[in-house]
């Protein structure tokens, strides 16, 4: 559900492309659900990258599954 906190190990201690404070700093793993757009059906997320030249270097740093857990005490 939208407000959801999740936990992608995946992202836990990947530095993000950009500028402060959107930018350049250490993903604790951390997200929330806030969209639920016509492209996100069944088992399907997708991430904002602000900018094309930003996904471009994500997108080799994660695989192609990851696994979604509850945020719990770890993402309040």
């Known amino acids: 559900p939208i407000g959801t906190p999740l936990y992608v190990a995946e992202l836990d201690g990947k530095r993000m492309p ?41 997108d080799p740093l994660l695989p192609a599954s990851i696994t979604l857990h509850q945020g719990g005490a770890r993402c309040p």
């Open 18 to 58: 950009g500028d402060a404070p959107w930018g350049n700093f250490t993903h604790d793993g951390c997200v929330l659900a806030v969209d639920v757009g016509g492209g996100i059906t069944g088992m399907h997320i997708d991430f904002f990258s602000a900018l094309k030249a930003y996904y471009r270097i994500l």
